[in-house]
């Protein structure tokens, strides 16, 4: 027997090298792919200092206090721009952060559980508006209404001086602060939902035993430990209010001047960048305009690093001792010992014992209690009205605007129109937008080209090898990618230009240019989304399979990716849809085009950047037609987000299942 096994085990030998060498080989590639994440960062930090570096040294420090911006001098400064995105982002935080956390509150403690899901989905919505579709409702609706009716009000109150002096143009500082406020306040509901979610069920009913009220459990018990995550929701709101591009430029004026008050057009760093980027050549002032991408890449970095970490640190805290909260909720004989005297004790001033005195102020407290309850829960409802305002309006202006084109077959197929206004006796073709669509689909396949594999296998190291090891190339890996999702789109253009200007300067502006931009923008989404994904299968299926003698990296690519496919498949679909919305990364790179594709080194059409230089026309058709696309957009991302969550769900159902 024991001859038998031998012969066995020597015949096996060399597949079991094979096998072991297979191991070795798929975890050393995987490693690499983690490991690009790293470079690409690394490449990404380089490409901008040193198309920076000539501005660097010519204006020094004082590029930081210089209120100019004269390309005809070649005399640049960028403060005027960092105010203007302080205070636009400091300001809609004021504005958001009130209504996301009572957004946050009623659907986590408030709401009736078969209205938490599908509201939470519908304000989630918000979210993934494009950032050009918003900004073209602004301008739209927004505008007119800041302009004829909010802005003359506030000027009226304070006497036409201060904050609100100056001409009610519609275009400014407020306006650009309100959109921000609409486009950062989901996020924020979204993180403060999540960690609200987070906090023990059995603290809230242990406060709702001692007689608390359901606003008092969640005031003194769940905003106490939530607050980590809630903060970095806010701070992760901040990042993305920083980097906005497309949605302020539309609304904010562009006069690159330091704002006198909040009715005076401005300027931020991302909009600044995204106006000049596609009218200056190679020299100083495209060095300028790097620069300042340098400058928002430093603010934005450091806020998404320390909104990462706050948020990290409440997933790895959810589960942390109620007493650490600053907001406890304690018993009147807890108070009793505090103010050292026995429960019942007489006080030196007051006559009457404790206990009667309570029971004697019982009956006006409760109804006190009851009513604080009931105003909040109005205010919390109030705050769901507003946050879903936004999203119905813009789906009713799109559909007003844009329903008769995108109604019409031939929109699909034709290319742009000519510039016309209807007149007497006169008819305007309405166009359509092939080429955009037809664009923005080779786009996206060159992306998806280079992000999905190297995301893909990015994301199997980091949960199958990485997490098991906690090597220090993992947890870079992952909270790099984590980073990245957060870095203004703009700068991804940017960067992309300026590498692509260091070997084929006529490919700066090309189909594979702009391609290779939504790859960044895809790549860390598919590889945080690949690491979650696989992650949440269970630790038993990957022992099951190896007891069973397969190997690892058929375990990984076989059972794990296998079991994990659906939620794979969902984050790659989530990635495809930040990239189809994105403006601002392709109006650096894609170079722009009104015809059919005609190669991938030359300039190339896409639906974003055809309705943002159409959104502001003078002719009816071409608005007709920007309206149009932005309604196909809309619905596209409507269906990405409706099949990514019954997907998500399809999924957790499956693995509780096993």
Known sequence: MNAARGSTEAKNAPRVRLLRGLDRIFHAATAAFAAGILLL???????????????IVRYGFGFLTGDVWDGVHNIYGALPAIVGTLLTSGLALLLAVPIALGVAIFLSDIAPPRLREPLSYVVDLTAAIPSVVLGFWAFIVVVPWMRGTVEPALASVTGGVGPFSGPALGLDILTATIVLAVMILPTIAAVSREALRAVPRIQRESALSLGATRWEATRMVALGQARSGIVGGI??????????TIAVTMVIGNIFQIPTSLLSPGQTLASQIGNNFGEVGPGIGLDALVELGVILFAITLAVNVIARLLIWRMGENGRSDPSRSRWRLRSPWALARRSRRPLGARSSTAPEPWRERVHAAAAARIVRRRTVQWVMVGLTVACVVVALLPLTSVIITAVEHGGGAVSTASFYTSEPPLE???????????????????????LLGVAALFAVPVGLFAGIYLSEYGRRSRHPLARSASFLADVM???PTILVGVFVFVLFLQFDHNSATSALSGGLALGVLM????????????????????????????????????????????????????????????????????????????????????????IFNNFSSSYSNLQEDAWGAALVLLLLMLVISLGARLATRSTGAGLDGE
């Open 41 to 55: 960062v690394g490449t990404f930090l380089a490409v901008l200092l040193s198309g920076a570096w000539p501005a």
């Open 235 to 244: 701070i992760l709101g901040l990042g993305r209010a920083l980097g906005e």
């Open 420 to 442: 016309c206004n209807p007149g007497p006796g006169r008819t305007c073709s309405l166009g359509g937008i092939g080429p955009a669509i037809e664009g923005t689909l080779i």
């Open 485 to 487: 999702t957060g870095v």
């Open 523 to 610: 790549l860390p989404i598919v590889t945080r989304a690949t690491e979650e994904s696989l992650k949440s299968v269970p630790n038993g299926v990957r022992e099951a399979a190896l007891a069973l003698g397969f190997p690892r990296h058929r375990v990984s690519l076989r059972v794990v990716l296998g079991s994990a496919r659906r939620a794979v498949v969902t984050g790659i679909l989530l990635a495809l849809s930040r990239a189809a919305g994105d403006t601002a990364a392709l109006i650096a790179t894609a170079g722009g085009s009104n015809f059919w594709f005609q190669g991938l080194d030359r300039p190339t059409a896409a639906i974003t950047p055809f």
